[in-house]
């Protein structure tokens, strides 16, 4: 398997516009998660989903985040609009039980000028 | 609430030496389970290694073991025979049965010197 696959790596953008980050799961993971990486807050959970359900998303800093999960295969992370304390690495990860070993993706690296 | 303390925010040793890194939690949940992740420079992170809490048994995965002490809610990882490629940051985490969320602590910076 390939792995957790997030594009882009690298996403650069201004402040007001609109950023889609994307995560294709392990397949026949039921779990998908979406996680923030800063300097000064460490490593956050903003949502997880679960068999395409969004389940918990109190970690979701403001309504200027969504996530959605159309299919077991494919989920987005949007900012709308995006502003510089936006800027963090972006994971997702996927895991086949609520206790399972989550794998991550590579991340996204998300500057906001 | 449930945290993760790694007290120690950077660690360097010389290639082969044996580390050990430190990790300690706090839950009122008897039923959990805990993971040592690693970032190194690349940003991935990398599962290292597992341990289910009600294992009285410490797990090991090649050069990578921990000392898992629940009473004191302690839970420490060793790296045998280090490697330059061991040089990253080191996560401690943990999840709790019935809750999918998984906490993590600040992370140790690890450096292997050759």
């Known amino acids: 398997d390939a792995g957790v696959i997030q594009s882009p790596r690298h996403e650069v953008t201004e402040m007001g516009q609109e950023v889609t980050l994307r995560c294709k799961p392990i397949?026949?993971?039921?779990?998908l998660f979406w996680y923030r990486q800063t300097m000064m807050r460490g490593l956050e959970l903003l949502i997880y989903?679960?068999?395409?359900?969004?389940?918990?998303d109190s970690g979701m800093p403001e309504d200027r985040f969504s996530a959605k999960m159309p299919n077991a295969s494919f989920s987005t992370l949007k900012i709308q609009p995006s502003e510089p304390r936006d800027s963090a690495v972006y994971f997702c990860?996927?895991?086949?039980?609520?206790?399972?070993?989550?794998?991550f993706g590579a991340g996204t690296r998300l500057s906001v000028l | 609430a449930q945290t993760v303390t790694q007290s120690q925010p950077e660690m360097s040793v010389q290639e082969a030496e044996t580390v050990t890194l430190s990790c300690t939690y706090d839950?009122?949940?008897?039923?959990?389970?805990l993971f040592w992740y690693k970032q190194p420079p690349s940003r991935q992170m990398i599962l290292v290694i597992r341990?289910?809490?009600?294992?009285?048994q410490n797990a090991t995965e090649n050069r990578f073991s921990v000392n898992f002490q629940k009473a004191a809610k302690s839970f420490s990882l060793k790296i045998s025979d280090s490697q330059l490629g061991d040089t990253a940051m080191y996560f401690c985490?943990?999840?709790?049965?019935?809750?999918?969320?998984?906490?993590f602590g600040t992370g140790t910076r690890l450096t292997i010197i050759p």
């Open positions: 839950t009122s949940e008897n039923n959990y389970y």
């Open positions: 397949s026949g993971h039921d779990y």
């Open positions: 989903f679960n068999n395409n359900v969004p389940i918990d």
């Open positions: 990860a996927s895991s086949t039980t609520s206790q399972g070993n989550q794998y």
């Open positions: 341990q289910e809490a009600y294992k009285q």
């Open positions: 985490a943990f999840i709790v049965f019935g809750n999918e969320k998984l906490t």
